[in-house]
């Protein structure tokens, strides 16, 4: 390809050698990719707003000859979304928007789509603060763009429409299966209350700026919440490292101990994803 210009998030930035860095770019025209940026800690002209998380801007990159990372030239920011860096929940939210697009978008796969998303959910988060309810239409949002949509209005398996609204729990949620699958068709999974799958269902039609409009009962949130991440690590080989500075966000230092203690030292919300593995 010789060399390219384009519209990039950078989702990793890390120090490599004495005045290098080395980073992982979404680009709008590329998809995810990883640089080098030769000098990056020094040159004010060639990056002068610096490489800092979930900058956007625009990059100009050249391939290197037999290497799998590119060369990145320069970086001229465009919004480097300042209070990322001043508030510890939203640099929270922007890590784990970050970690997973670099660990879901497969490299040099262009997703036009997925790159809008994120830039609208990072103009959003840092604007308007954090919004749990944002970050879950970002992750249904996603995961409809990589194919990896759950079935909520259906049985996975079966395809019954029929499913509960009321009080009675009549499906599983399998995230391996696709999603919610009927009673009949279950045989293991945990069960999902109807409010919870039709909030889901609800906020995968909801476009993200519209967050600020929907309001979920607390309960209701988590289990979007917990169904979601499952759904995504079911999709990773790892867990996602920014998880586990979420889920303190989440669960502030007094409530969290108690729930430790609950539940064995694990760290609540996200204790099962670990153990997590093909099923
Ligand atoms: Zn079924």
Request: charged fraction near 20%; charge should be positive; glycine fraction near 10%.
């Amino acid at each position: 390809m010789g060399s390219l210009t384009t519209s990039a998030i950078v989702l990793r930035s890390i120090d490599y050698g004495e005045s290098d860095r080395v980073v992982t770019l979404l680009g709008r025209g590329t998809g995810c990719l990883g640089a080098i940026a030769r000098g990056a800690r020094k040159s004010q002209r060639r990056f002068g707003g610096g490489l800092g998380l979930c900058s956007v801007g625009e990059a100009v990159l050249r391939e290197r000859g037999g290497s799998e990372l590119l060369m990145l030239e320069r970086f001229d920011v465009a919004t480097s979304f300042s209070s990322l860096g001043t508030d510890a929940a939203r640099m929270g939210h922007a890590a784990y928007v970050a970690e997973v697009l670099a660990k879901l978008c497969a490299p040099g796969q262009a997703e036009p789509a997925i790159f809008d998303l994120a830039v609208s959910l990072l103009t959003s988060l840092d604007a308007e603060g954090v919004s749990p309810t944002r970050l879950r239409i970002f992750e249904l949002a996603l995961l409809a763009h990589l194919g990896f949509a759950p079935s909520l209005d259906d049985c996975a398996v079966c395809g019954r429409s029929d499913l509960s609204i009321g009080e009675t729990i009549d499906v599983r949620f399998i995230p391996d299966r696709g999603g919610v699958v009927c009673r009949a068709c279950a045989s293991r999974g945990r069960p999902m209350r109807p409010v919870v799958r039709v909030a889901l269902s609800n906020l995968s039609r909801t476009p993200l700026t519209d967050a600020v409009n929907v309001k979920l009962p607390p309960d209701v949130e988590r289990g979007c919440r917990d169904a979601l991440r499952e759904l995504i690590a079911v999709h990773l080989s790892a867990p996602l490292r920014s998880l586990e500075f979420l889920s303190k966000l989440e669960n502030p230092a007094p409530s969290e101990s108690r729930q430790q203690g609950a539940a064995g030292g694990a760290s609540g919300p996200v204790r099962s994803l670990p153990a997590r593995g093909p099923t």
